[in-house]
């Protein structure tokens, strides 16, 4: 079961259209996993052509006032009254809207693309959502090894900002503890890993802010395989810092 989801901030700036087009991937690949989200992203929807839908009313409403002649005050009242009773009207559609979209629940039709064959003998990307999958390259995928337990291979974000790779941690690997000069995105996508925030599972979305380190440990059943966004460098600290920072270097595609 999924336990950790983009907030509702993040979810909103996803439906506007404002994040950064690979955390915004990162999003969708959550959504594709998670019924929970993909509900509050039609609730926000539904919001949001309210609030659009109230806006333009109200301006034309208020285009109305300008020509219309001068009313005394009984008939401002009633028509005030009329107003506030088509809002909530209105308002109650919204929540009807709302209540129904959760009684009958998204389903993502799961005709994902097929994997090109140089994946298909990957069980480790066998489940991973559609939109990841349209992500891999025709060729094999180029793994560079960073320690002993984890495996990186870059993706194309087509961006400057935000490095995007796939993480792959041997099971029971421990991947060096490290901090983050900026935002890190994290999905799983198949396995488990842990760290001192928790066990996390297939589909849940991690973020760590600026600053927070962390230390995650694959579980020893399989090998975890995670697709990450990261803002800048990412810093290991400690000895091992010094022998795997180099291979960190963010290098974006
Ligand atoms: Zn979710």
Redesign the pocket.
Known sequence: M?KF??DTNMLAEYVNGRLDWAVSICVAA?LQM?T??RQEVANLNAIGGFLLSSDENHNSDAEDAKLAAPQNLDTQSVDDSVESEAKSDKFANLMKTIRQSEDNPIVVKKQAPMLANCHARDEALKEIPPIVKKLLPEQEIKWTRISKALKMARLKAGQEKYEMAFHRISSGGQVAEHNHRGLEITMVLHGSFSDSGGIYTPGD?IVKKPGEVHKPRATEDRECLCLSVVEAPVAVTGWVGKLVNPFLKIKPA
């Open positions: 999924i989801h983009p959550h998670c929970q989200c979305f």
